[in-house]
């Protein structure tokens, strides 16, 4: 009998579990076998298919008939099809899988995936004032990336918590932007060995992140005009960490952050290692929120590169990032250690880069909502061409840029090698270069900022 006519069976039959497990593994089936599932829509069979979940994850028997029936509810997340919004209610246990279908290429999971040297980035029809442009540009990438195996269930799982927490309204339009951000992508090739429960933490955390940074960025906020009403949510934020889970609050944000406390505070407990970085390092980044907001609010001119960098890499969560993966692995390191030279220059180099990275994918974005908008290096560099009345040239500034970003790059080569040769500051190492990579990758395959691009 092939296995769909067992599970039809068993739906229809309410057959014990247990007799359709050992079934089951007894009689797998290539893939094309199991097609008669797809037309299986009622609301019994979907129960059904969430115990399956449930038992095999229970019992780790997450076999290729697993698989298949969860990709039956939800198709492979990272499709164009599936961003579409057609996301549904999902309870799945844990599961991985071997591969992810990004645009229109696979990516082999928890393997090496070789990048070149150089990455070629292009960025089409760019406008700065009365000039439009096509920008591209070679970015050094020493380095290759893995992808975690439960990136898929991660990102499902994530984008479900953001509903329901409130972070996004339930629609069809709020959640196709999500899933088109692909956060868990991020968390997945950034730490491509957590476990799952670790690298949903992850997921959750840097799509609080992205949230956080609108109250910052998006003038829809009134947060990101008033540096008064950013400075009381962030006190709030600030009282969390401080031990104060009793905001009286009924806002989603704080609400989310208050479960991520609660989840990396215990985790710090469970692996004897001390909270208090990463609860600095949300508070530095709290403070820099505050002194962009009244640094807009006061008109400063940042069009001078010095003070744009003199502020910009600071304004990144990065270290928060690091911070929650080292906590998650139970990494050590003592006040010395955090203090050493190379370790501050290298997480000081890792900002610049993904800050960098970041101000190039979202330039379009950004002059598109503000054309007034000052707080992105290319801006930056183009009012420094202004002001030596040169020509202006998008392309001349993305060089500039560029050439800061692989400067930046390959002083970050050295002090890995340097930090390397101490056995206690490698997962650090490896966390940070998976971030700078990373962070890169997903730029560009996520639509956040309204713009994938494609390799050449």
């Known amino acids: 009998m092939q296995i769909r006519n067992i599970f039809l069976q068993f739906v229809q039959q309410s057959k014990p579990l247990n007799q359709l497990t050992n079934l089951a593994q007894n009689q797998v089936k290539p893939l094309q076998e199991y097609q008669g599932l797809k037309s299986i ?69 928890n393997s090496e995936i070789k990048v070149s040297n150089y990455q070629r980035i292009k960025i089409d029809n760019v406008t700065y004032k009365n000039i439009s442009e096509s920008i591209q ?109 009793q905001a009286q609050t009924q806002d989603p944000l704080v609400r989310a952050f208050t479960e991520l406390h609660a989840y990396y505070s215990q985790k710090a407990t469970e692996n004897s290692v001390e909270y208090y970085p990463f609860s600095l390092s949300l508070k530095q980044y709290f403070q820099a929120s505050e002194n962009l907001v009244q640094k807009r609010a006061d008109r400063l001119d940042t069009s001078n590169t010095d003070i744009y960098r003199q502020w910009r890499d600071n304004t990144s969560a990065v270290d928060t990032v690091i911070w929650a993966e080292l906590i998650t692995k139970g990494v050590k390191l003592n006040q010395e250690q955090k203090d050493d030279l190379n370790v501050i220059n290298f997480l000081k180099q890792i900002n610049i880069c993904i800050c960098d990275n970041n101000d190039f994918f979202s330039f379009k974005k950004e002059l598109a ?88």
């Open 41 to 109: 829509q009622s609301k019994q069979s979907k129960q059904f298919f969430n115990q399956i979940r449930q038992h095999f994850c229970a019992q780790a028997e997450i076999d290729t008939t697993y698989k298949f029936i969860l990709m039956q509810n939800h198709p492979p997340f990272f499709t164009d099809s599936y961003t579409k919004g057609k996301g549904q209610n999902y309870t799945g246990a844990p599961y991985h899988v071997d591969f992810v279908k990004v645009g229109s290429q696979n990516y082999p999971t």
């Open 137 to 245: 540009g070679e970015i050094y990438s020493p380095d290759s990336i893995k992808i975690n195996s439960y990136v898929q269930w991660a990102q499902e799982e994530g984008v479900q918590w953001a509903k329901m927490i409130g972070l996004v309204v339930d629609t069809i339009k709020e959640e196709k932007k999500l899933y088109a951000a692909k956060f868990s992508l991020l968390a997945a090739v950034c730490y491509p060995t957590a476990t799952a429960e670790d690298l949903l933490a992850h997921t959750k955390l840097i799509t609080w992140l992205f949230f956080h940074d609108d109250r910052v960025d998006n003038p829809l906020y009134k947060t990101a005009t008033s540096p008064t009403l950013l400075v009381e949510l962030n006190s709030i934020l600030g009282s969390i960490l401080d031990g104060n889970n």
């Open 369 to 456: 909502a503000d054309p007034s908008y000052n707080e992105n290096i290319l801006i930056v560099l183009l009012k420094k061409q202004e002001a030596l009345h040169e020509t202006l040239s998008i392309q001349k500034a993305f060089d500039e840029a560029i050439l800061h970003i692989n400067s930046s790059r390959e002083e970050l080569q050295k002090l890995i090698s340097l930090l390397n040769k101490n056995v206690a500051f490698q997962q650090l190492c490896a966390t940070g270069k998976n971030w700078d990579v990373g962070c890169q990758f997903w730029h560009q395959h996520s639509a956040r900022y309204d713009l994938v691009t494609n390799e050449k």
